[in-house]
């Protein structure tokens, strides 16, 4: 095992990694207190090689790494891949492709649906993972021997397990099953966190054109707030209190002084008037602040007996075909087959 922590190091890694065919991909990162995860180890294994590179480390240039990741001609391997890829796509301003899931590929080898990365080594190595660091503030140095034991192990058995995981597809006729649940993973528009479409995240509890304007225009303002700020969208203001915002619509520090989900002194916060100019914008034309939105249809009642069958009969098709059932299909799929003839779910 390697530990980069200067420039030489790192060109010979990548060197050695620009040889492989594929490697394996891991990161330990903070992001309790910030908004922007704060990336403090990059773990990779490819061939021989079995590198952890601290990008915390003075004057390393990680522009070599990147490039590597950007190389189209080899796979990278994750597990559960999705925070991952939100780093890489802020530090690349792009996915790194190809890339292999070795969680999706799971579900659709039948190993289980949303597996744990120590379950699959488990059962596929017959080799056991030691979690005990996994929740140690990876920011700190030096690092224990500990802490780079458990980190170089998230890659070295990824390494082994991609061969093993690509033959099992392959006799199953998948890889094509994982290529399509991959095409999420890879769009580029769920790692830009644009602050106009923050809103997409909320529940829609009204369709009156004030609740939504007010619900849009604030939650945009948060998401402003919380990437300026670099904390928390949580931090910033909870979603309960954007609902309660979008439904009492206050227009005065007195009025959000006195609601029940705003902190106690918030009202006379330096974020208080941004926020309030936000809820004021929004009343000013609710029409034209409101996000175009169709109401879901209408569910019949009765529904529970006949979708407590179908997921009866979703669990015996899986283990039939051997493969997790929200491969076929998830929950909001099975209401809609139960309550209409004809429901537009994708093949």
Known sequence: MVIVTDNAALKNVCEALSQTDFFAVDTEFLRESTYWSKLCLIQVAGGDVEA??????????????????????????????????????????????????????????????????????????????????????????????????????????????????????????????????????????????????????????????????????????????????????????????????????????????RMRAIPRGFERSSMAQGLLAAINEALSDPEKHAPQISRPPVMPSGLGPVVELLKVLLRIKSEELGVAPRLIANAADIERLAAFDDADIPP
């Open 52 to 257: 952890i590179i601290d990008p915390l480390a003075d004057g390393l240039d990680m522009r070599p790494f990147l490039s590597i990741m950007a190389d189209t001609r080899i796979t990278k391997v994750f597990h559960a891949a999705r925070q991952d890829l939100e780093i890489f796509y802020r530090l690349m301003g792009q996915v790194p492709l190809p890339l292999f899931d070795s969680q999706i590929a799971a579900m659709a080898a039948g190993l289980g649906d949303s597996i744990g990365y120590d379950t699959l080594v488990q059962k596929m190595l017959k080799k056991s993972v030691d979690k005990g660091s996994r929740f140690t503030d990876w920011s700190r140095r030096p690092l224990s021997d500990k802490q780079l034991t458990y980190a170089i192990g998230d890659v070295t058995h990824l390494r082994d397990l991609y061969p093993l995981l690509i033959g099992r597809l392959k006799e199953r006729d998948r890889l094509s099953w994982v290529d399509e649940e991959m095409a999420s993973l890879t769009n580029p528009a769920i790692y830009q966190f644009d602050p106009e479409d923050a809103w997409r995240r909320m529940k829609i509890r009204k369709y009156s054109p004030q609740w939504l304007a007010v619900m849009r225009l604030v939650t945009r303002w948060r998401e402003r707030e919380a990437q300026t700020r670099d904390k928390p969208r949580g931090r910033i203001l909870k979603d309960d209190a954007i609902y309660e915002l979008a439904q009492q619509a206050p227009r005065s520090v007195e009025a959000l002084g």
